[in-house]
């Protein structure tokens, strides 16, 4: 029998619960298990509930490298329960908050001529248009339009997620955006007064579950307060960008 397989005793309890929503183990859930793990004493069993199924194919081997013991996994109600004792060797996860806290996004972009650039990310690229297009179609998106798709999509994934970690299921989510340029001509150079940057951006979430509709509003407030699209949007970011000849 495989470790993904390994049914937890079911008199198996633990004060200790991490509600780990939707995530995955590549996109959150192990620095929340981390964190948990670490406010245990040693020998202490972690409680980690999860609606996302590869859950139980991961979560085995991060208890093997971190020296973990792996208990098993067991049906919940909507969820999947899983278990974890805390090992005598187990690493603190400082350092691993350490990394997440420092890590450096990074992106390279490729002027492709004209009024065209390429972005590239790990794996990914896409292409992006001028910021000054006012046409009904176009070659490719404007950086502005980017800026409010990036942020109406980690509100919507925000939402979701933090709605999973309350067990609140969402069947629809849409988000519309729009926004007003202050001064699109300081762009283009041709003025100089005001700015070029957003004057105000307004939007709706359109949002269909089962849940109350405060729950849903306090999670949509939260969603928002924790959004790092937004919280870069509202607050003053350092931005420090050199030239280089070549």
Not at 95 to 111: G, K, L, P
Not at 179 to 197: D, K, R, T, Y
Not at 215 to 224: H, K, R, S, Y
Request: proline content about 3%; glycine content about 8%; charged content about 20%.
């Amino acid at each position: 029998m495989s470790e993904s397989d390994l049914q937890a005793p079911d008199n198996l309890q633990t004060p200790h619960v991490c509600e780990g929503g939707n995530l995955d183990c590549g996109s959150g859930l192990l620095l929340l298990i981390r964190r948990a793990v670490n406010q245990m004493p040693e020998g202490n069993v972690l409680e980690i509930h999860s609606t996302e199924i590869s859950v139980r194919e991961d979560l085995p081997a991060w208890c093997r490298m971190t020296k973990n013991p792996y208990l098993g996994w067991r049906q919940g109600n909507d969820h999947q329960k899983y278990f974890v004792r805390k090992g005598s060797s187990s690493k603190k996860t400082d350092e691993y908050d350490e990394h997440a806290r420092n890590y450096r996004w990074q992106t390279r972009i490729h002027w492709n001529g004209g009024m065209q650039a390429k972005v590239f990310c790990r794996n990914h690229s896409w292409t992006v248009g001028q910021p000054a297009s006012f046409d009904v179609k176009d070659n490719a998106p404007s950086a502005i339009e980017y800026l409010l798709g990036a942020m109406g999509a980690c509100l919507a994934m925000g939402f979701q997620i933090h709605a999973s970690r309350r067990n609140i299921h969402i069947d629809e989510l849409e988000i519309s955006l729009s926004g007003q340029i202050e001064n699109i001509f300081v762009f283009l150079g041709a003025e100089q007064s005001g700015h070029s940057g957003f004057r105000e951006i307004t939007g709706r979430v359109y949002v269909q579950s089962d849940a109350d509709e405060n729950a849903l509003g306090q999670i949509w407030q939260e969603t928002i307060a924790a959004s790092p699209v937004v919280n870069t949007l509202t607050h003053r970011s350092n931005i420090n960008i050199s030239m280089t000849v070549v």
